[in-house]
């Protein structure tokens, strides 16, 4: 086979991506998409189909003479192992090229127990779901995790992550590197459900996914790309300042965070005060169910000092879309009445005219579904795509 | 002269950037950075020279053989207009396509005197200047405005801004259209401002450029790209409420906004009622520099307010680079080592790791240096491009 200059990767990720995005399944069609000539465009499908990436498929409607033949990605060519790790839950799903689910399934973890128990627990699940779907560990592509903490995304790193004891500055990628031939891609939790949130919202354009739930965290998505800052600690809400509450001690050291007085947590420490039975923040979910009425009068404060925030977040950044997510969000009732209230009152009106503030379409499956989009993204970029085309085609060994 | 297939915009606006920006000065250099072959290069190199946009300069330093030429922008093609409008001040740049300055100028307006008088200003002093170096009206290729207000940068029309009475709605472009054979950018003036000092800074990716002077605003740099929002109205932080003053009123008809504890127009308000004579936020510097101890410490408390405000932006957006502006910067001694002390203490350890907050290296000029940015990025796009080589060659009517 001809090697392939490296130079040519940037095209033939633009047409894997067309093709994988449903955006042009003809070679006409990708002509005009990508402005190569017949006879380029030609070149590189035919590369990406000896490499095993595509596939001719069914003929498409044509008005006349000998049909087109329809490309997509080949189902065969590898596995996606997509992974959202919580501080208690390990959810998985494998896809194939194309993001079509194969298997998914979910065990519980304690992330606290640092990262070889839990990557360990990960790797077992993996196999397991293999089996399950008759493909070999040979066969994955891609694995990417989503984490609970702040991560250095280039080296896929935790940096001093609050709730990931034992994971401060533990390299997450190494762990796979001898059981699969597969970049390792590992990213803020929260910043994967945006990115899932987000391949859902056809009209939205820029993006914040606020997780309220034990604690409280925000992923950021401007233009479609997730915006992750120079540390890739963007989006980090739970210690903002929250107006009129400057004396309630954090966890963090500092007072008046937005965690302190609004997370989950903070929930079940106002609830217990006043002699309430919860202790973990499904207990408030409950009670608040129940129709209580403490539980209720402290959800409503919480939204609206998650209000206050998240008003602060729209005169900032000007989104047209807030996505509410994580367990508190299920009381969506009384938290999201409460934040729109607050948002649409002190928000400038330019920043809130085409806003809306909404709860999650995807519910717990939006950090996988993110985790998915992610790790297909870099597959056919041009920085994945040598490593994707120089792996053994469907059928070798 | 063969006509320009669309689909090749693409590729010319590819190459015309990267000698645009001093990136390939030659052929071949264009050949390895773009992974096009020789040939193509060429061809779209001889279509840039063709229609007057580059030229062949001097020989290159070559080890052998025939020296390779260097190619360049053609200084000729045309002139860009970058304009800074604020409340009292037009400040104006004519530049050549390379971005080299060929003269500035800056006049007085009013703002509030609405937009065909304060446009008329600008077109006469475009003149003036036009006349000062010798080129023609129809040399000009494009005019970019920065407006003290939220804008609809498509459509470069302003959108309720505050302080621009009459504005509200009025399609800038469509005054100049007469004028100039010229596309019209309109964008914010604080946004530009943050292009303009971008552009100067090299190590920082996630820039902040804060304005404060009668007013406060915020200008949001995000990989290289100014991060407008989903109506134009990012970065709006005049209006954030800050912890522990929700009781102050603000002229936009909420309490506690930024504005109304630390910005110029505070400032003046808070000496005037210690009885100290001050009108402007320029009395107020003034003060400051003559060692008044009533104005400096009002000025620290206005870096406090601003701390507390930028602490928040800093632990949602990760920025890696502060950049303080406006006529209060000048007093950065108090101003800025309180932000400092308030951003260091109250955003995440992570977010300010690596973050610097320094004044501007620009000041006044901050805003031409941005327009004339975007005015020259929109030239050489895809989309700019089209228009640019219709127009006539240098040296033809």
New interface residues.
């Given amino acids: 086979m001809r090697t392939i200059?490296e130079?040519?990767y940037?095209?033939l990720s633009e047409v894997a991506r067309l093709v994988a995005a449903g955006r042009a399944g003809t070679r006409s069609a990708l002509a005009?998409a990508?402005?190569m000539s017949r006879a380029t465009v030609s070149q590189r499908v035919d590369t990406l189909i000896g490499a095993g990436l595509l596939l001719d498929g069914e003929p498409a409607a044509a008005v006349r003479g000998r049909p087109p033949l329809t490309l997509r990605l080949n189902p065969l060519t590898g596995v996606v192992c997509a992974v959202d790790l919580g501080a208690t839950h390990c959810r998985m799903r494998l896809t194939d090229l194309g993001g079509a689910p194969l298997a998914e399934s979910a065990t519980s973890i304690d992330i606290a127990h640092g990262p070889v128990p839990v990557l360990t627990s990960v790797d077992t699940l993996l196999g397991e779901l293999l089996l399950q779907v008759g493909r070999r560990p040979s066969e994955v592509r891609a694995i990417s995790l989503g984490v609970p903490g702040?991560v250095d995304f280039a080296t896929g790193t935790p940096?001093?992550p609050p709730i990931m004891p034992g994971w401060d500055g533990y390299p997450v990628p190494a762990f796979f590197v001898d059981r699969y031939d597969a970049p390792v891609l590992v990213d803020n939790d929260v910043n994967l459900m945006a990115l899932g949130e987000y391949a859902h919202r056809s009209g939205a354009?820029?993006l914040l996914y606020v997780k309220v739930g034990t604690g409280i965290g925000?992923g950021?998505v401007?233009?479609g790309?997730l915006?992750?800052?120079?540390?890739?600690?963007?989006?980090?809400?739970g210690?903002?300042?929250?107006?009129?509450h400057?004396d309630v001690p954090c966890h963090?050291g500092?007072t008046?965070c937005l965690e302190a007085v609004a997370s989950g947590a903070a929930l079940v420490a106002a609830l217990r005060s006043k002699g309430c039975d919860v202790r973990t923040t499904h207990d408030v979910v409950r009670l608040v169910g129940e129709g209580n009425p403490s539980a209720r009068r402290q959800v409503r404060l919480a939204g609206q000092r998650l209000g206050?925030?998240l008003?602060?977040?729209v005169?900032?950044?000007?989104?047209?879309l807030i996505v509410l997510g994580g367990s508190l969000a299920e009381l969506h009732e009384d938290l999201l009445a409460e934040i729109r209230g607050v948002v649409y009152r002190?928000a400038?009106?330019?920043?809130t005219?085409?806003?809306a503030i909404e709860t999650s379409l995807l519910a717990g499956r939006a950090g996988v579904e993110g985790a998915s989009r992610l790790a297909l993204r870099h597959l056919l970029s041009p920085a994945g795509l040598p490593r994707l085309l120089r792996q053994p085609k469907p059928g070798e060994k």
Same sequence: chains 1, 2.
């Fill in positions: 200059d130079r040519q940037a095209a005009s990508t402005g702040p940096v001093r354009h820029h925000c950021i401007s233009d790309e915006h992750r800052g120079a540390a890739g600690a963007a989006g980090d809400i210690h903002v300042r929250v107006p009129s400057e963090c500092n008046g206050e925030v008003a602060t977040a005169s900032f950044h000007n989104p047209d002190r400038l009106p330019l920043a005219r085409s806003l």
